[in-house]
Structure formats: C-alpha cells, structure tokens
C-alpha cells in the first residue's frame, strides 16, 4: 500500500512534514490524485504536517489557453 510505504520513508528520514499536490492532483492526474491520497493517510497518526502545492486559478487558466493543458486553479481562498 502507498500510504504505508510514505509513512516508512518520513519515519526512515526523520521528515519534519511532506509536500503534496492539491486534492485535484493539479492536472486531475489520477496518480497524482493517488499520491496525495497517499500521503494524507500516511501522515494523520502522526500529524505530521502537510503542504499541498497548487496554482492560483488565474494561471492554471493562463496554462489550460497557451497549451491545452487541464490544470485546476484555486482561489486564494480556497
């Protein structure tokens, strides 16, 4: 299972938390969508700390226009 081969390697390393893509995967990946899954399972008995990387909607739109990419975009609010 992913998540407990994430928890084994931040125990392994000592990881003060993990970075993970936003829960839409930025592009709607699903291993991307997998990983993050992934790694929010592996890091709650611990409460490690977790950062989700994601775009800001005006440039996930910029990107989808300039090369027909399917990037989501959040609102800074989001």
């Not at 938390?17 to 991307?32: I, K, R």
Request: proline residues 8%; aromatic residues 6%; glycine residues 8%.
């Amino acid at each position: 299972m992913l998540a407990a081969e994430v928890a084994a390697t931040a125990a392994q390393v000592a990881a003060d938390g993990l970075v993970v893509f936003d829960p839409s995967g930025v592009t709607g990946h699903p291993d991307h969508r997998a990983a993050t899954a992934a790694a929010l399972t592996a890091a709650a008995p611990t409460a490690l700390p977790v950062l989700g990387w994601t775009l800001p909607a005006r440039v996930a739109q910029t990107l989808n226009a300039d090369y027909g990419a399917a990037f989501a975009g959040h609102r800074p609010d989001d």
